[in-house]
């Protein structure tokens, strides 16, 4: 089965990495945000690429899940103590990715051959590509209308602002990059990884082209919320701002009825009793444990969403 999963950072990369333990490098595409993208001490950082191909290197923090492990903080420490910006935590290591991206992006490499040439020195052998090689920016506008780059509003203010608005700059003049549609078409499976609806997944789908394929193709999406709430970063917050209570039957209920695109969903065995919502809409489901922290965590939602697409082709 060939499958195109659409991923943001953390929970993107854990679900990825147990569909790569499951599936054979050629059959899985990785399609990854790019929307958080940005520029940081005059270095290109693209946070959500890094993740999702470190974690499938065996190479990511295990404790943060961004950055490498074994990692050491010199550079930043001493950054530190020159006044300078030292608000965004990059590692010694880390710091090697983004000065040759930045090279190679200076010398007009795109990023989609940036990216493959990383994996390829890396050994990551499923196909990794971001969503676009055109500058695309999320753009959080806080309700007392402050326009915030994304990294900003998420490190530098800890989430802390309350969000009225998600923008994503440049996304109408973006191209899909270099593969990114013919593997969309080319899939006998969309899976969404349990990444931020709002500001991992929404990007990617909000590229020209992109959405239109999506719908003539089987989705697979993995809810973010366990128990009712996020299990990392701003989304139950951000849920409470933007939609009012978090429930996994919301989202659910946005890549049906708004964007006609669900076809399965995984859910948390702690929020089974929303799977009855999903029943009344014509969606099949799956009840699992999502927290995904082991590598066999991972492997069992992987293989959960794998399941559901084999119901949704009959082959069950
Ligand atoms: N996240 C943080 O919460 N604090 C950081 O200092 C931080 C540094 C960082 C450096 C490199 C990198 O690739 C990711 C980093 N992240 C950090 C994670 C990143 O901000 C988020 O994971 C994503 O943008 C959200 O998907």
């Not at 049906?256 to 695109?261: F, G, M, T, V």
């Not at 669900?262 to 444990?289: K, S």
């Amino acid at each position: 089965m060939k499958v195109a999963a659409l991923a943001g950072g953390v929970g993107g990369a854990k679900l990825v990495d147990g569909l790569a333990r499951l599936l054979a490098p050629d059959d899985l595409t990785v399609i990854v945000n790019t929307g958080d993208d940005f520029r940081y001490c005059g270095l290109s950082i693209s946070p959500d690429l890094d993740t999702v191909c470190y974690t499938l290197a065996g190479i990511a923090n295990q404790e943060t899940g961004w950055g490498l492990q074994n990692e050491t903080w010199i550079t930043l420490s001493q950054l530190k103590t020159m006044g300078a910006p030292a608000w965004f935590n990059l590692g010694d290591k880390d710091l090697a990715t983004h000065l040759e991206r930045t090279r190679l992006l200076d010398d007009g490499v795109p990023l989609s051959s940036i990216t493959r040439g990383f994996c390829e020195a890396w050994g990551v052998k499923p196909t990794i590509l971001p969503m676009t090689d055109d500058p695309v920016a999320t753009v959080v506008i806080d309700t007392a209308g402050n326009r915030l780059d994304f990294q900003e509003y998420f490190v530098k203010y800890h989430w802390e602002p309350a969000v009225k608005a998600i923008e994503f700059s440049g996304i109408d003049k973006a191209n899909p990059a270099p593969g990114v549609l013919d593997a969309l078409k080319d899939c006998d499976l969309v899976v969404i990884c349990p990444s931020n609806p709002y500001v991992s997944v929404a990007p990617i789908l909000a590229l020209p082209g992109v959405l239109h394929i999506v719908q003539q193709k089987p989705v697979v999406a993995v809810s973010p919320i366990i128990g009712g709430a996020a299990v990392k970063g701003p989304l139950a917050k951000m849920i409470g701002e933007l939609a009012g209570q978090p429930a996994t039957a919301g989202f659910a209920a946005n890549y049906y009825k708004k964007l006609s695109i669900l076809t399965g969903y995984v859910l948390d065995t702690r929020d089974e009793l929303e799977g009855t919502l999903l029943e009344g809409w014509g969606i099949i489901y799956e009840t699992v444990d999502t927290l995904m922290i082991s590598t066999d965590d991972r492997m069992r939602v992987a293989n959960t969403v794998l399941e559901l697409a084999s119901e949704i082709y009959g082959d069950k």
